[in-house]
């Protein structure tokens, strides 16, 4: 799986092993592997890797932004040329009810590691006090759900190919069962294994077989993790990232032809749309319904 | 325990919270606590670092130097002006005979997991090829534990602080039994809970509380993880690294008043002193016997 998307990556960037001089490892693991010590893997995949410096960094669902931070800090540092930054997890190997309370680990455990339902149910609390807040939004976050699900067909990656549709994303079902009230399965990441892997260089003159993309700005924020410390309804880290980054490139929201974000859970986009601007406090819905993403 | 290493480093450094903007956190975990997602822990301790930048490096034994080279590289690239690097364990959660388990998950699980002994059981075996190859070397091994000890009674951090001398270490006894032949107690680096911190800065005017080093150069190598792939009574990886760091600062050996070494195990030691060029492969022994360490 390593060996796979790493190897990929180097041939679409017109790269071999050879040119790489820093690895960069995006690993959550948690206790979904007995194995830890994941930056060693890298040359267990390719041993051409054998002697290339290796890293992994961790940082919750945050974890494979770490890893392309560090080889950004690496080679705009000048310590390296060319960096590769793999990401993988391997979430199959557990009972599936083990799985949930794995992921709970990023979570601050002593309060929240027991949610039922695990992190679904952790989000299905943060839906339930938004829709009581803002009122019941199950019209928005099916259409988030369907629209992540029709955008999924184009992507020969995705684990699950399917367009659902709006109703079957609306409506309970055997199929769509509720997973942790008010979400519904379609409203919940997948249980997965993969990997996936760039390479970070900076500006080359090489034709790229490849997809290329630049940085023009990027901006970390951390928040409280216990959610007790904190509105759970508004992402106020995301909120402050995001300003910061728009700022150090000087670009307004509404310049942006694309926006990828993290979308674990249907609840977890609408409240982004808030963060990021593109809706008032309680609005998160009109991000959808108006069909500006 | 992260709250007082962090702001003990900080006031010696002459800063506060506030004068830091990236946090660096050396963590491996790997199931000794169900907390992961370690990074947060930071805000957690200090909640003024409520938005700073946090992210979490793992790298086995290399952890701590994994989070050094991340705010160095943040330093290096401009991105940040000041960072703090906090590492920190607790192995005491867990019932002692689930401790040498959960540290194999560093080691290649697949081949090496269920090791008895745990990584004592993997540097006995080590040991033991050595002395195979090279003669029984238990007095050099002891000469080294008697050192460490020896010097861990000037240290106001040790675990143990306490001379416990050559014939303790060198003969197995009730208080220094043989933990995995030929290893005995002594030989073995402790279980231990622990915090340290370090502020990384470029060059400052202030007149500073603590001590202060500058790094001259670093040099990381990785090698294959398992053991069967590599001869192991060599650190090929680490003496690569010696000498790559060796010529980036433009100094032999013999020029260094002071190494501070991975001491896990004191074959390990002894298998450095080989690595660095302090002696020959083979010879390890006379880095101690002769007084040079």
Redesign the interface.
């Known amino acids: 799986m390593i060996r796979e998307a790493g190897l990929e990556a180097l041939k679409k960037a017109g790269l071999g092993p050879g040119d790489i001089d820093g690895i960069f490892i995006g690993h959550?693991?948690?206790?979904f592997?007995?194995?830890?010590?994941?930056?060693?893997?890298?040359?267990?995949a390719v041993?051409e890797?054998?002697?290339?410096?290796?890293?992994?960094?961790?940082?919750?669902c945050a974890t494979g932004s770490?890893a392309i931070?560090?080889a950004?800090?690496?080679?705009?540092?000048?310590?390296i040329k060319r960096g590769l930054v793999l990401g993988f997890e391997k979430m199959n190997t557990l009972p599936s009810h083990e799985i949930g309370q794995t992921l709970l680990?990023?979570?601050?455990?002593?309060e929240e590691?027991e949610t039922p339902g695990g992190f679904a149910g952790v989000f299905g609390s943060i839906a339930g006090e938004y829709f009581e807040r803002y009122g019941d939004q199950s019209d928005a976050l099916a259409m988030i759900a369907a629209k992540n699900h029709k955008n999924g067909t184009v992507n020969p990656y995705v684990h699950l190919r399917k367009d659902f549709g709006f109703e079957f994303c609306r409506n309970p079902s055997e199929k769509n069962p509720v997973v942790a009230s008010p979400l519904k399965r379609s409203d919940c990441s997948m249980v997965s294994d993969g990997a996936a892997a760039l390479v970070i260089e900076p500006n080359t003159s090489r034709s790229l077989e490849g997809p290329s993309v630049r940085w023009r700005s990027r901006a970390?924020?951390?928040?409280?993790?216990?959610l007790s410390q904190r509105d759970r309804t508004c992402f106020e880290?995301a909120s402050?990232a995001w300003k910061s980054a728009l700022k150090l490139a000087e670009l307004r929201l509404e310049e942006l032809d694309f926006v990828e974000t993290h979308d674990c859970f249907t609840i977890a986009e609408l409240l982004e749309y808030e963060a990021m601007g593109l809706a008032e406090q309680g609005q998160g819905a009109r991000g959808v319904s108006e069909g500006l993403t």
Chains 1, 2 share one sequence.
């Open positions: 959550f693991n948690g206790g592997l007995r194995q830890d010590f994941s930056a060693s893997l890298a040359s267990l041993p890797f054998r002697h290339t410096p290796a890293v992994r960094l961790e940082n919750a770490a931070w560090a950004l800090d690496a080679i705009e540092s000048g310590r680990r990023c979570s601050y455990v002593r590691g970390q924020i951390n928040d409280f993790l216990p880290g402050r």
